[in-house]
């Protein structure tokens, strides 16, 4: 029997990469998953191909949440994975000195309170199943070191690393067997990367600098934190509860990390 068999999940920001490769492993592993994204065509289209359902999801918006409240009650299985590095329309100031507050806060209200939110749906959605389930949440090896160049998008990944453990305690509190677990991926080749790759022979040279200090040299791919989640979200990981598991090909295994430029 496939390891997710009968049980209900859904993944925010799962149009394209990490996100739609977990989307996919859940649907292989015999869930009936909900894919989520703000970007309803490539969503649609991406759950299409994969066979499930798409419900459009702004995940910083909150009456969104209310309405997948109602259209999704019960939950099996929350992945709070929806996230933006603020460079999406191109390279603008985000070190602590020059980065904008209206940058700050729209890369903080993505990530972080789309996950707050997540989590708090979830959590009440679980209580209706028995009070069982898995809320996974994708941080960063951002959120394990400083990123001078990124200092919102690292700053929303350590807290999102946090507030996973704050809702794993709560939820034992609560006696609930509710889990929740981080997965902090580092240099996994996704959409994401691509305003900072660049194109032709620069794509090339960047694309080795940024994988430089890697001891793996090479970027990640998404199945293979797909296979993490999918670890979380199956009853294999019933003992688990308020882990941090890393994905980054050993370069936070050292004594120390740079985080690069």
Known sequence: MARLTGKTCLVTGAA???GEAIVRAFVDEGAQVYLTDIDQQAGQVAAKDIGCQFLPLDVSVESDWARIAGEVPVLDVLVNNAGITGFEHGMVAH???NASLQDWRAVHKVNLDGTFLGCRYAIAAMRKNGGNGSIINISSRSGMVGIPAAAAYASSKAAIRNHSKT????CAQERLNIRCNSIHPAAILTPMWEPMLGEGDKRAASMKKLVADIPMHRFGEPCEVAAIAVLLASDEAAYMNGSELTIDG??????SASPGE
């Open 250 to 255: 050993g370069i936070l295994a050292g004594s």
């Open 95 to 97: 070190d602590p000195e």
């Open 167 to 170: 809702v794993a305690l709560y």
């Open 16 to 18: 394209r990469g990490i």
